[in-house]
Structures are given as structure tokens and as C-alpha cells.
């Protein structure tokens, strides 16, 4: 069209960028709906699955979707790796749970959110939070 005669050729190359232009919105729209309906999907798969810690290459196979764009995904809406989105929620649900519980087992909380062992948990909870679960039961009691 650009190197034809025609005398319509401005509005016809007008219309046709216009085409051009809501097709890609169009297209842009469609990939964050798809975005963000899969980072929904994977965060409510990781929230009613708490025993474990899902490696990207787990939620890869189970969404059927590239390691990198899971890992993209997560940097972009919640500014962590998987894992470390994983550490932080169950972290803090621990934290919840001793809050609402004082007298709660370590061991159990361990076992209810996927870590090692109540050692591994105690070392995670004190470098996000600055002490020990323990500590924290203990003042409770006091």
C-alpha cells in the first residue's frame, strides 16, 4: 500500500496502523489475563499445599510452563523466587500459628509446612526474625 497510487492510500495506511496498534493491545491484554490467571492458579495451588516446598521444576511440570517464565512470573509479582515465596508464607503462618498457640509444637509446625526438621525451622524463623521460636514461646509464657 505505502508505494501504490492509490489516492486513499493515506487513510487506508491510517486505518490499517489502527488495526495494527489494537491488535497488538488486544494481544498484550490477552498474554497479562494469561499471566496473571497462572501466578493466581500456582500461589493457590502453593497455599493449599503446604506440606512441602515445590521446586520450579514440580510447578513447571504441573502447569505445564517454562522454569523461566514461573521464575519471571514470581520476581514480577511478588518480588521473590518461588522458594523464597514459599519460605516467607510458611514463615510467617508459623509465626501465626505460635501467636495464636505458644504451647505448639515445633516439630508438628515443622512437619504441617514442609520443613526438614523443628532444627531447620528454629534457624529459618530466627534469621527472618531476629529469635528464636522458642524465645518467643518463652516470653509468652512468662
Known amino acids: 500500500l505505502y508505494w501504490s497510487n492509490n489516492q486513499n492510500k493515506k487513510a487506508l495506511m491510517h486505518a490499517y496502523t489502527i488495526l495494527l496498534l489494537d ?3 488486544k494481544q498484550t491484554y490477552k498474554e497479562n489475563y494469561s499471566n496473571n490467571n497462572l501466578m493466581n492458579d500456582i500461589i ?7 506440606s512441602k516446598f515445590y521446586s520450579i521444576d514440580e510447578l513447571s511440570t504441573f502447569f505445564s510452563t517454562s522454569k523461566r517464565k514461573i521464575t ?3 520476581n514480577e509479582h ?5 522458594h523464597k515465596y514459599q519460605l516467607e508464607m510458611k514463615l510467617t503462618l508459623c509465626n501465626n500459628s505460635i501467636n ?9 509446625l515443622a512437619s504441617k509446612y514442609g520443613f526438614y526438621d523443628e532444627f531447620q525451622l528454629s534457624k529459618l524463623y530466627k534469621n527472618k526474625y531476629g529469635f528464636s521460636p522458642k524465645t518467643k514461646q518463652t516470653k509468652r509464657d512468662c
Open 72 to 74: 519471571y512470573l514470581f
Open 23 to 25: 491488535a497488538l493491545e
Open 100 to 108: 495464636g498457640n505458644p504451647k505448639i509444637l515445633l516439630k508438628d
Open 78 to 82: 511478588t518480588g521473590f523466587s518461588p
Open 44 to 50: 493457590f495451588f502453593l497455599n493449599n499445599n503446604l
